[in-house]
T-cell receptor, first 110, second 114 residues
Framework: RKEVEQDPGPFNVPEGATVAFNCTYS??????FFWYRQDCRKEPKLLMS???SGNEDGRFTAQLNRASQYISLLIRDSKLSDSATYLC???????????FGAGTTVTVRA | DAMVIQNPRYQVTQFGKPVTLSCSQT?????MYWYQQKSSQAPKLLFH???????NEADTPDNFQSRRPNTSFCFLDIRSPGLGDAAMYLC?????????????FGDGTRLSIL
């Protein structure tokens, strides 16, 4: 079983729509959670960390469900520029290695 | 200004011909990582350096080697590239002072094998 699993999508949504997707992780000891964004043929960039109580950053909302071992990302009022692959990333306590999911592709159309 | 710089952005080499990819950082981070990423797949960690200590992942082929001559530079050497080694190679750094998060990635080197 993969450490981090994501629905690859693609999620095709019109501008202004809301899109949400999840990621599951296998190691219950995981402590740190992140969403990275990766544009086509570019490097991953940190979008946001995911905190236990859930957190927002503008139009982006991240949630963590430890009991079911998943995290989610919701994008409100989608923009064309939100088109990208979103990588779910998980980290164990004190570990300097990250476990990456394969990514969920979102395409926002005009 | 770019803080993790990878050279070259694109590299074409012949099957079996050794190739070296480079990475430099201006962040003074302790840890430097090399990842391999193929299309529609997660970045796969090949190895990392914690300061001068080299840590190889168990499933990294022997064909892949790395050098870190100083804090700022790290190299990925592929001794005899095969067609299956064509991929994007990503260098990243992180700092112990920041709890190793987040990792800062370079732009990547896209390697093609002829």
């Amino acid at each position: 079983r993969k450490e981090v699993e994501q629905d690859p999508g693609p999620f095709n949504v019109p501008e202004g729509a809301t899109v949400a997707f999840n990621c599951t992780y296998s190691n219950s000891a995981s402590q740190s959670f992140f969403w990275y964004r990766q544009d086509c043929r570019k490097e991953p960039k940190l979008l946001m960390s995911v905190y236990s109580s859930g957190n927002e950053d503008g139009r982006f909302t991240a949630q963590l469900n430890r009991a079911s071992q998943y995290i989610s990302l919701l994008i409100r009022d989608s923009k064309l520029s939100d088109s990208a692959t979103y990588l779910c990333v998980v980290n164990l306590p004190g570990d300097y290695k990250l476990s990456f999911g394969a990514g969920t592709t979102v395409t926002v159309r005009a | 200004d770019a803080m993790v710089i990878q050279n070259p952005r694109y590299q074409v080499t012949q099957f079996g011909k050794p190739v070296t990819l480079s990475c430099s950082q201006t962040l003074n981070h302790n840890v430097m990582y090399w990842y391999q990423q193929k299309s529609s797949q997660a970045p796969k960690l090949l190895f990392h350096y914690y300061d001068k200590d080299f840590n190889n992942e168990a499933d990294t082929p022997d064909n892949f080697q790395s050098r870190r001559p100083n804090t700022s530079f790290c190299f990925l050497d592929i001794r005899s590239p095969g067609l299956g080694d064509a991929a994007m190679y990503l260098c990243a750094t992180s700092s112990k002072d920041r709890g190793f998060q987040p990792q800062h990635f370079g732009d990547g080197t896209r390697l093609s094998i002829l």
